[in-house]
């Protein structure tokens, strides 16, 4: 079993918690680059099975100084992977307020995402906003509605977060690399938390699942047209136990696909 995270503790806990495995190798790696860890620790070998786990974890939520958590003062980082990239700190001291509020609007679904960038921008001249909570009530001050049992800075900050880790261009190769690195008959698993997420999982699987549009109707269809997986089930969600028993699970939808063809579907 391999098992990838681009964040250097998850690795290093996965390390701590399954000592003397010889049959896991955790590898410090984004989903990004699946391809090459399978080649360089599988020698390339198909894999029978590929789980993805998408977003973050509670150990990075919970510990302040990795700066998700906009209700625990922290720097504003949000690096999943700390070795890679820019803390949201720096995007936010040199993105100009046109892209800042793209980025919240299309990446947080924000209705003020406007108002919030522009508020950014006035109080980030006076002084640098470097703390989470700094940059939690600057948000705050911004939007104007109040969503029931959310705080008003949720939005915001996921987007941020999915900004600074390039979360969903992530997803996309590391949906086509496990595609490609799965045996016949292997199964893709992916676990989402939210609708942008899982959007581009179902896109995804319906189109490999699809006979390409191009020869819809038409008598004979080549191989390379024809779905190259097979849906497993529906989505599911947890069940309300479940949701009662770990809470931050309440989002979450798996879905489930069976590669059939080495090539074929829809084309992206
Ligand atoms: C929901 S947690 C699950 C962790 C683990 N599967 C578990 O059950 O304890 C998601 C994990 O995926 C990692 N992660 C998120 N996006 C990633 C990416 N693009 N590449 C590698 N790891 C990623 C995060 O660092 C985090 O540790």
Do not use: C
């Amino acid at each position: 079993m391999l098992a990838l995270d681009r964040d250097p503790q998850a690795v290093a806990a996965a390390a701590l918690r399954f000592p003397g495995e010889v049959r896991l190798e955790v590898v410090h790696a984004p989903f990004a680059r699946l391809r090459e860890v399978v080649r360089e620790r599988a020698g390339g070998r198909p894999v029978r099975g590929v789980l993805l786990d998408l977003g973050v974890s509670s150990p990075q939520l919970d510990a302040a100084e990795r700066g998700f958590s906009f209700t625990r003062d922290g720097p504003l980082d949000m690096r999943m992977d700390p070795t890679q990239g820019e803390p949201a700190s720096a995007w936010i001291a040199r993105a100009p307020v046109e892209e800042m509020r793209s980025v919240i609007a299309e990446l947080g679904e924000e209705r003020f995402a406007r108002r919030v960038a522009e508020a950014i921008d006035a109080s980030r001249r006076g002084t640098p906003i470097t703390r989470t909570v700094q940059l939690a009530a600057i948000v705050e001050g911004a939007v104007r509605t109040r969503e029931p049992g959310k705080h008003p800075a949720t939005r915001s900050f996921q987007a941020l977060r999915l900004h600074v880790n390039d979360e969903l261009g992530q997803l996309k190769a590391g949906l086509d690399a496990a595609f490609e690195v799965l045996a016949i008959g292997g199964r893709l698993a992916v676990i989402s938390f939210h609708s942008l997420e899982d959007r581009i999982v179902k896109q995804f699987m319906r189109r490999k699942s699809s006979v390409d549009p191009v020869y819809a109707g038409l008598p004979h269809v080549p191989p390379q047209a024809q779905p190259a997986m097979r849906l497993v089930g529906r989505k599911h969600k947890p069940s309300a136990a479940e949701v009662a028993a770990n809470p931050r699970a309440r989002s979450a939808v798996l879905r489930i696909a069976e590669k059939i063809a080495a090539q074929g579907g829809a084309p992206a």
